[in-house]
């Protein structure tokens, strides 16, 4: 059974930093791209950010370049999301998602395996 399963969400003030992980288990972690995508109350899910196999190529949104960074761990099974200079309007559920293929793809439905999200709160 594929499962993945973010962990780190938390209450975090503005201009704080915050480090998301999801723990992958069921699939060939290492063979896989994932992706982080965040959904705020009432908003369409927007996609962060997504990483190759072996870490080497990434694809982050206009909006966090510069300020979050993916990254993963094969030998963990377990990908990240290094979020810093967090902002009120970046509240959201995280999630992260697994696809076979690495396509660098931004759109939600390219991905085949999702974890239940992460709540992510920044105070003002």
């Known amino acids: 059974q594929v499962q993945l399963v973010e962990s780190g969400g938390r209450l975090v003030q503005a201009g704080g930093s915050l480090r998301l992980s999801c723990a992958a288990s069921?699939?060939?972690?290492?063979?896989?791209?994932m992706a982080w995508f965040r959904q705020a109350p009432g908003k369409e899910r927007e996609f962060v950010g997504t990483i190759s196999w072996r870490g080497i190529s990434t694809v982050y949104s206009d909006s966090v370049k510069g300020r979050f960074t993916i990254s993963r761990d094969n030998a963990k099974n377990t990908v990240y999301l290094q979020m810093n200079s967090l902002k009120p309007e970046e509240t959201a559920v995280y999630y992260c998602?697994?696809?076979?293929?690495?396509?660098?793809?931004?759109?939600?439905?390219?991905?085949?395996?999702w974890g239940q999200g992460t709540q992510v709160t920044v105070s003002s």
């Open positions: 998602a697994a696809r076979k293929t690495y396509s660098g793809s931004a759109f939600y439905g390219d991905y085949d395996y």
């Open positions: 069921g699939v060939a972690f290492s063979t896989y791209a």
